[in-house]
């Protein structure tokens, strides 16, 4: 397919040469914008049965994000915030009110880049159920590049490789009937990723899952991110989802309210609460042990971090 050379950041655990993916991008070559918004606004206009006005709800209120090729980005917020109608827009599924949204250079509203939008940025939604309409596994998830004009033979090495990809292949033959709910959902990411996208846009993937489903689903994730160089845009409000990702956008009613690294953004326990959002849970326990005196620093994010920085105190 493709490929990338990224080194990260140590303590996101991600620094190792890669190998698949994505253009190799060569050191110190800035990467470019695969998806980025202009003063985003998009309202939902409620209409009575003679079609007249009754109010508008602004779903996006002014909304600039812009996300790298390569990165691992996570959107957060609560319920009604936003985020899901966001996501909607970064592949053309909703049109803005107001402003411009670019993927890959493209601007969304041109209806002639619509299949190349919708090929480049794949879309992952929260109920897999609704995506997977094949009888057998492997036939799913060549169903999106069959609609492409892709040959058969190209079809079938994109099958392998992508439920390889996301640890599926050995249940190619199997009816998706028989999967777990963790196990559906991975191969609704294999589907999408047989399309070649640029970027993979998960709409709160996890949120039917149980804890053992939703850890399948992101080390999935985190593997395509990490090893095989997507883009990932990961729409959540499980905290823990989100501790690896490269940069963090918390929205609250339609806008952006906070912006940073995870270890920036959980560092702010207080204005999070005020969001109505939650932390990780070692990181709300390092905060209580540090507002009852104990010395450790702000943002602590896994419990090996926790440990170490609480050996220090001993």
């Known amino acids: 397919m493709y490929n990338k050379t990224r080194v990260k950041n140590d303590s996101t655990g991600k620094g190792r ?6 253009e190799r991008l060569s050191m110190g070559k800035e990467k470019n914008n695969i998806v980025k918004t202009d003063d985003l606004v998009f309202e939902y206009i409620r209409r009575d049965e003679d079609g007249n006005v009754e109010g508008i709800t602004t779903a996006v209120d002014h909304v600039d994000i812009s996300i ?24 053309a599924i909703l049109y803005p009110t107001e402003g411009t949204v670019w993927v890959d250079g493209k601007d969304t509203k041109d209806e002639d880049s619509l299949i190349e939008i919708r090929k480049e940025a794949g879309m992952v939604f ?51 009937n028989r999967l777990s709910g963790g196990q559906k959902q991975r191969v609704s990411i294999a589907g999408v990723l047989a399309m070649h996208p640029k970027c993979i846009i998960l709409d709160e993937p ?31 409000h499980y905290m823990e989802e989100v501790i690896h990702a490269d940069h963090v956008y918390v929205m609250d009613k339609g806008s952006v309210k906070m912006q940073g690294t995870p270890k920036e953004i959980f560092s702010q326990v207080e204005k999070l609460k005020q969001l109505r959002l939650s932390v990780p849970q070692v990181t709300l326990l390092s905060y209580e042990l540090k507002k009852a005196g104990v010395p450790l620093p702000d943002g602590i994010l896994e419990t ?11």
């Not at 790298?68 to 592949?91: M, P, R, Y």
Request: hydrophobic share 35%; charged share 30%.
């Open 304 to 314: 090996d971090e926790l440990i170490r920085e609480l050996k220090k105190v001993q």
């Open 68 to 91: 790298k090729q390569g990165d691992f980005v996570a959107i957060l917020g609560h319920n009604g915030s936003g985020k899901s109608t966001l996501a909607k827009h970064l592949n």
């Open 126 to 176: 929260q109920n897999p159920d609704n995506q997977i309409i094949g009888q057998i596994v492997e036939e799913d998830v060549g169903f999106g590049p069959e609609n492409l004009g892709v040959p058969t033979e190209e079809i079938w090495a994109r099958v392998e490789e992508s439920l390889k990809a996301v640890g599926m292949y050995e249940f190619r033959k199997k009816s998706p």
């Open 206 to 236: 996890t949120a039917m899952l149980d804890p053992n489903g939703r850890k399948e689903v992101i080390r999935a994730v985190r593997a395509l991110n990490d090893v095989e160089g997507i883009t990932v845009i990961l729409i959540t």
């Open 17 to 22: 040469d890669n190998g698949l993916y994505v």
